[in-house]
């Protein structure tokens, strides 16, 4: 079953924040978050694997929250390299199972 | 992270011709890739899941003797799309998956039936 994605889109000056939201109808064994920019493959930003994860890498974040129904990912102070669609990718099972994947989050950031 | 890699990168081909499409995991082993299908603007959709050494699981409407899928090696899977027609012309991904549940893209093939 396809995850929610919100917003669709979004529009971001340099240095502001933004949150993409991933929301089941199911417990979810994991969620996968990558950006794909035009014309590129999906690049790979996290996996959350335990309910009530927080993780992150430099100012980009995620969390699961405990009944690992629902995940956030977290841009703060947005550069212009953030632009892209963000999808979360998720797992219902364990073991390599294949992703299913929201419609993404257009994300443009601008000067 | 994990590197994976697909060739080629962009094929245009003529209708009725077959193309294969190879992802290889470069620096782990991948006991299952996955294959998937994007559309301008749109998500991705999963075609089949490949399975070293086994037949490969294809997803509903998706034609299996169209797609052939062959995982030759722990590090090695092809696509081949047989007797291409224009609105096959689509952009390809693999996926490989690590041990820890990470899944990584090869960087898709673009291609173009005429």
């Known amino acids: 079953q396809q995850p929610v994605q919100s917003p669709q889109a979004v529009i971001l000056r340099e240095g502001e924040d933004a949150v993409i939201n991933c929301s089941s109808s199911k417990a979810l064994y994991s969620v996968h978050w990558y950006r794909q920019k035009h014309g590129e493959a999906p690049v790979f930003l996290m996996i959350l694997l335990k309910g009530g994860e927080q993780k992150g890498h430099d100012k980009i974040s995620a969390s699961f929250n405990e009944k690992k129904q629902q995940s956030s990912l977290y841009l703060t102070a947005s550069q212009l390299s953030y632009s892209g669609t963000y999808f979360c990718?998720?797992?219902?099972?364990?073991?390599?199972?294949?992703?299913?994947f929201g419609k993404g989050t257009r994300l443009s950031v601008i000067a | 992270g994990a590197v994976v890699s697909q060739h080629p990168s962009r094929v245009i081909c003529k209708s009725g011709t077959s193309v294969k499409i190879e992802c290889r995991s470069l620096d782990f082993q991948a006991t299952t890739m996955f294959w998937y299908r994007q559309f301008p603007k749109k998500s991705l959709m999963l075609m089949a899941t490949?399975?070293?050494?086994?037949?490969?699981?294809?997803e509903q409407g998706v034609e299996k003797d169209k797609f052939l899928i062959n995982h030759a090696s722990l590090t090695l899977s092809t696509l081949t799309v047989t007797s291409a027609h224009p609105e096959d012309s689509s952009f390809y991904i693999c996926s490989a998956g690590t041990v820890s549940h990470e899944q990584y893209f090869g960087p898709g093939t673009r291609l173009t039936v005429t």
């Open positions: 490949s399975n070293e050494g086994s037949k490969a699981t294809y």
């Open positions: 990718g998720t797992e219902i099972d364990s073991g390599n199972t294949p992703l299913v």
